[in-house]
Structure formats: structure tokens, C-alpha cells
């Protein structure tokens, strides 16, 4: 059977390079919110002493991925595959939405702390002497971990509807991002 590696998405299905991105980011959000999970949930254990490290890092790697995707799909937007519906249409959008406010905010509330911010071995930010920027300390103290829960609330909803398409026969669905297409 002829398998052929499509790189830029088409009415039928969505290219490697979309799928690449979807699901390394649902990877780093796995990772991301294992972090967070045992923060809350296991403060000071070893395993929060382990994970929580890498939240930051994780954060900003999950921003730059973000960045990449949105190029992609607005370089592929004529040909990705149509919305099932309008709540499809919400709901990524809202996923989009989530995907770059956190991080940004997250960002944003270091860079206003004034601390330096190295992250892989790189200075991402510099810090600065004098009084933290209260404005963008206030903002990501007020948003960076409500919308942060939200946000997984959200994926949780994104799963659902993913396997209630495939419980009701839509396999297609998935298809779309996973396997192979059904040929038309
Ligand atoms: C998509 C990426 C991110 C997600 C989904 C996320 C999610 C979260 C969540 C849910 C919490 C609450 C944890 C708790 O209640 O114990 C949190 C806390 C925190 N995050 Fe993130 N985060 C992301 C990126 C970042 C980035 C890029 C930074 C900084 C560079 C950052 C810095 C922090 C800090 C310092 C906290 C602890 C303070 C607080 O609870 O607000 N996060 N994050
Ligand atoms: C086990 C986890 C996941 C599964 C099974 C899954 C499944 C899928 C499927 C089947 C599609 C295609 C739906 C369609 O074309 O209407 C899709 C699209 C999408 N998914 Fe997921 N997903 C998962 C995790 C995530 C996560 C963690 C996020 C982001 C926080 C996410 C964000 C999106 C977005 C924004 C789209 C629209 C296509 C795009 O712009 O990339 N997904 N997902």
C-alpha cells in the first residue's frame, strides 16, 4: 500500500508537522502539569523536589513550541482539515488562547521579579538591580496559575470530546491527527 509523508496538512488529514507538534506539546504538557500536580499535591516530597525544577523550563519550551505551531497553522490554514463543528472551533480556540497567556504570564512575572532566568544552559533574562515591576508581579500572581488549572480542565474537555467522536463510530476524527486516513 502506497504511504507517503505529507508534510503540510490537507483537507483529509492533518501533515507531520502539525501532528510533530501536537503531540510533543501534549507530551511537555503531560510533564508540565506532573510538575504542578506534585507541587500541589505532594509539597516538599521528593518527587515535587525533582519535577518542580523543570517547571520553568518546561514553560518556555512549551512557549517557543506554541510559536512555531501558530506560524504553521496560519501557513497551512487554507488547507488543514474543516471544524467538525462550532464548540471545535471554541474549544481549539480557547486551547490557543490558554497556550500562550500562561507561559506569557508566567514569563512576564519573572521578568518583572527582577531575578535572572536561565533556562537549558541559556540567560533568557538578565534580572536588574532596584524594586521588582508590581504591575506584571500583580498580573501573573492574579492569572499564571487560575487560567493554568483552567487550561487543564480545558484538555480534559478536548480529550473527552476525542473519545466521545470515536465512541459514537467518528474515528476519522482521530484519524486526523493520529494513523492513517481512510482513503476517500
Ligand atoms: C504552558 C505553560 C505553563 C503551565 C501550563 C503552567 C501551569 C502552572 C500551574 C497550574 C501552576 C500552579 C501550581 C500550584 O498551584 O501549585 C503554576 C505555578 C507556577 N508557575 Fe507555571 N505554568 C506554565 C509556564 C510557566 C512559566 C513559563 C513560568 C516562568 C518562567 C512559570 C512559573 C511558575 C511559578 C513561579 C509558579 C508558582 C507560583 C504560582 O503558583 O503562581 N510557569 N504554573
Ligand atoms: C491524549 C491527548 C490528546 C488527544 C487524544 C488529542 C486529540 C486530538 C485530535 C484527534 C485532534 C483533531 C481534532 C479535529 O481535527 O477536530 C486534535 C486537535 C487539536 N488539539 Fe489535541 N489531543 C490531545 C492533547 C492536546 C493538548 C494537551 C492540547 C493543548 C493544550 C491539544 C490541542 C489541540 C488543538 C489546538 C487542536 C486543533 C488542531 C491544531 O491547531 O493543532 N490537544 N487533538
Not at 532566568?117 to 541559556?122: D, E, P, S
Request: with cysteine.
Amino acid at each position: 500500500m502506497e504511504s507517503r509523508i505529507e508534510l503540510y496538512d490537507s483537507q483529509a488529514r492533518y501533515g507531520v508537522v502539525s501532528r510533530g507538534l501536537h503531540w510533543a506539546m501534549a507530551l511537555a504538557f503531560v510533564w508540565i502539569y506532573s510538575t504542578t500536580g506534585a507541587h500541589y499535591l505532594l509539597a516538599d516530597s521528593a518527587l515535587d523536589e525533582f519535577l518542580w525544577p523543570t517547571h520553568k523550563q518546561v514553560g518556555l519550551l512549551l512557549m517557543g513550541l506554541l510559536l512555531v505551531r501558530v506560524v504553521w497553522a496560519l501557513l497551512n490554514r487554507h488547507r488543514r482539515p474543516p471544524s467538525l463543528n462550532l464548540a471545535a472551533t471554541l474549544g481549539h480556540g480557547l486551547l490557543y488562547a490558554g497556550m500562550f497567556a500562561i507561559p506569557f504570564l508566567g514569563l512576564l512575572r519573572q521578568f518583572g521579579s527582577g531575578r535572572a532566568f536561565t533556562a537549558f544552559g541559556l540567560p533568557i533574562m538578565n534580572g536588574f538591580e532596584g524594586p521588582k515591576i508590581q504591575w506584571m508581579t500583580d498580573l501573573g500572581n492574579s492569572f499564571h496559575s487560575l487560567l493554568g488549572w483552567t487550561l487543564l480542565v480545558l484538555i480534559v474537555g478536548h480529550i473527552g470530546a476525542v473519545i466521545l467522536h470515536c465512541g459514537k463510530g467518528q474515528w476519522e476524527v482521530l484519524r486526523r491527527m493520529a494513523g492513517r486516513a481512510a482513503r476517500a
